[in-house]
């Protein structure tokens, strides 16, 4: 006989019962226990014990939890997936998705990074989450600019915008898969970005070094007379800096762009 939807996992307490109704009431659909405290008042820990045991609730790290929808099925929380992102948004605060996973997400990037990158104002250590790994990106506060939010499953989701993205992967080449695959990003979907925009970015975070490394690539790649009118009224810093900031300090030194070219950027090894 066919298993009806009541039956697919073990019923539920009234005490059960009112937490997670409460919950996704409030579309609370991933909770801390705090939350859930506030709600129940006692033996909070105990009914979460027995919400998990009956695959009801996911739990995601320590403190952390997501409901698993009754449409999952019989298997509970062993068939449920959350995303990500949703995942990320409940990590800290500020926060946004930023550098190689925003880059793969505005499709900059064809390769999917499996490190999830977040942006926050203070230094937190690497999470790992139902195999997915987190990193936390420790920036100033002037560089939380140029950040949109996107829905996914219901949530809202903060994330850079698609140039902002760019401005932050010049800033951190390290957390974008590298020079290289920045310089990818920018050559192929030149025509989709504003370079104002960018400009304009990168003039708020303060650093001009991502002025010398956007003017590099634009002119390894062939595009920089298209683009050259964004340097106007540009004053370079003189420090020499390094071009790709995870490959070793060794190379040639670029006078125009004060830059130490320490990694190839080769558009014809691009073509398919």
């Not at 989450?129 to 506060?141: D, E, G």
């Not at 995870?246 to 398919?272: C, V």
Request: a positive charge; one cysteine or more; aromatic letters at 12%.
């Amino acid at each position: 006989m066919e298993l009806k939807t009541d039956k697919y996992r073990s019923s539920l307490t009234k005490r059960e019962s009112f937490l997670l109704s409460t919950l996704a009431r409030e579309n609370r659909n991933i909770f801390r226990i705090k939350e859930a405290e506030q709600i129940l008042k006692e033996n909070t820990k105990k009914v979460l014990f027995y919400l998990i045991q009956k695959k009801w609730v996911l739990p995601l790290k320590r403190g952390l939890y997501a409901i698993v929808p009754l449409d999952i099925g019989v298997r509970g929380a062993e068939d449920f997936i959350v995303h990500d992102f949703v995942i990320a948004s409940h990590l800290t605060r500020p926060y946004y998705i930023a550098f190689w996973s925003a880059l793969n997400y505005h499709g900059l990037s064809d390769q999917i990074p499996n490190t999830i990158f977040i942006a926050t104002t203070k230094a937190l250590k690497s999470l790992e989450i139902l195999n997915s790994k987190f990193a936390f990106v420790t920036l100033n506060k002037n560089k939380f600019i140029g950040v949109e939010k996107i829905e996914i499953d219901g949530q809202d989701i903060a994330i850079s915008n698609i140039n902002k993205t760019i401005a932050d992967c010049l800033d951190h080449p390290e957390h974008a898969g590298g020079i290289e695959e920045v310089a990818r990003a920018i050559y192929f979907n030149n025509k989709e970005l504003n370079f104002n925009k960018i400009k304009t970015y990168a003039l708020k975070m303060k650093n001009m070094t991502i002025f010398k490394r956007l003017g590099y690539i634009l002119e390894k790649v062939g595009i920089l007379e298209e683009f050259r009118n964004i340097f106007k009224d540009l004053a370079l810093t003189k420090g020499y800096s390094k071009l790709d900031t995870i490959s070793k300090k060794k190379g040639n030194y670029n006078e125009q762009w004060k830059l130490l070219i320490n990694a190839e950027i080769n558009p014809d090894r691009w073509m398919y």
